[in-house]
């Protein structure tokens, strides 16, 4: 469902991505890892056609976001790392917008977002302004507008930042379920816990270049063989030179 090749992303002569490599198969949820800086976002962004990159190639279920990034879109549910909302429309109203960009009926998306919202514990709030909203309500917004047309990918970037435990859990028990109907997921994350507990398999990235990719168990398996934790492994993994 995803495939990057030897891909790498210049910025005026910084390789922020190096011959990146990466393969996320149907149903997979990758726990993506790495240091600020260390180029998920922008690996995110050139999945989403957001950016191009400077070589290498890259597909999401077996399309080209250079080449059709609209397509890619349709098919992907993004959450950013800093989301951006209309400030003066109310929740209801955004999901409504974003609804009628997609091939989804009214019904449909009225449906998806009594569904959502009730998940996410925002249906007192659906109907006041985004900018009468705390940070973790617009969090659970934006992750439902991810959510909303079901796509077969989602590109999560630091999903749980700004929520509390309760809608931690609510996201995680989301993204299990997902993960059990097929979809693909890659999620982008600072904490580790978050990843061991959803995650299929695990891929750090540091200074631009893939460092490890394996399954769960396999790292797991690894970091105890070594008679580390987890932690101690990405924290080995990242180590800069």
Known sequence: ??????????????????DFSLTVGRGEVV?????????????????????FPSSGAILVDGIDPVQDPVEVRRRVGYLPDVPFLYEYLSPRETLALVGSLYPLSADEICRRT?????????????????????KGM?????????????PPVLLL?????????HSVK??????????????TILL???VLEVAQEVATSLAVIHEGCLVYA??????????????????????ELTRSL
């Open 170 to 183: 609510v996201l995680k028990d989301r993204i299990r379920r997902e993960r059990d109907g097929g979809t």
């Open 138 to 150: 617009r969090k659970k917004v934006s992750v439902s507008l991810a959510l909303l047309h079901r």
């Open 31 to 51: 726990g993506f890892l790495g240091p600020n800086g260390a180029g998920k976002t922008t690996t995110i962004k050139l999945l989403m056609g957001m950016l």
């Open 214 to 235: 394996a399954s769960m168990q396999d790292a797991a398996t690894r970091a105890a063989g070594k008679g580390q934790s987890l932690e101690s492994l990405f924290l």
């Open 114 to 134: 009594d569904e959502l919202f009730q998940e996410f514990d925002l249906t007192d709030r659906a109907d006041e302004l985004i900018n009468s909203l705390s």
């Open 157 to 165: 970037d630091e999903p749980t930042s700004g929520l509390d435990p």
């Open 1 to 18: 469902m995803i495939q990057m090749a030897g891909v790498r992303k210049d910025y005026d002569g910084v390789q922020a991505l190096r």
């Open 188 to 190: 982008s994350t600072h």
